[in-house]
């Protein structure tokens, strides 16, 4: 007996196959090691029962932040590039820092690729923000030279897209 529900296609995803965009930090993207595409969550309710409650889905989902890792460039450009946007939003030592010309959200963009290098997907997250910048870990003890690399966190606007490019 023959099954009908097979896939056309037996190739994996590949976790290397992905490029960036973000409009706000271009050197952050061209460093761009990692990126997480966010998981996402739903509510339920819980209807009442005598013997156990009954689970209902719920009406609304909850996604988890964006979170990229890039490393950094010797002159901290690209870290740079997030440090001054974080200080533009919060301006921790005065009004003077919060600067009106450039905007406080930016979109981002990846590109997942084929295991031919062709565009397969686009994701793209609306308005995001940094909320975390991570440490810049200097290390004496280190028995490689590895290039330092840093983790950032960022909050967006609603849902992100899924489009399929092929």
């Not at 009908?4 to 490029?19: R, S």
């Not at 974080?86 to 905007?103: F, K, L, W």
């Not at 028995?143 to 899924?162: E, N, R």
Request: charged share 15%.
């Amino acid at each position: 007996m023959a099954l009908n529900n097979q896939p056309t296609n037996l190739n994996y995803l590949n976790p290397v196959a992905f490029e960036t965009n973000i409009l706000r930090i271009p050197n952050v993207s061209y460093f761009c090691q990692r990126i997480a595409i966010p998981g996402l969550s739903m509510s339920n309710v819980l209807q009442p029962n005598p013997y156990a409650p009954i689970p209902i889905e719920g009406d609304q989902i909850a996604f988890e932040d964006l979170t990229i890792s890039f490393v950094v460039d010797e002159d901290l450009t690209n870290y740079l590039e997030i440090y001054n946007w974080m200080v533009s939003i919060g301006y921790p030592e005065s009004h003077a820092q919060y600067n009106q010309d450039t905007p406080v959200k930016s979109d981002c963009n990846i590109i997942i690729l084929t295991n031919k290098s062709n565009p397969n997907f686009s994701i793209t997250f609306k308005d995001i923000f940094p909320t975390i910048l991570g440490t810049l870990p200097f290390d004496t003890n280190a028995t490689s030279i590895d290039p330092i690399v840093c983790d950032a966190t960022f909050k967006y606007t609603g849902a992100f897209t899924i489009k399929k490019l092929t």
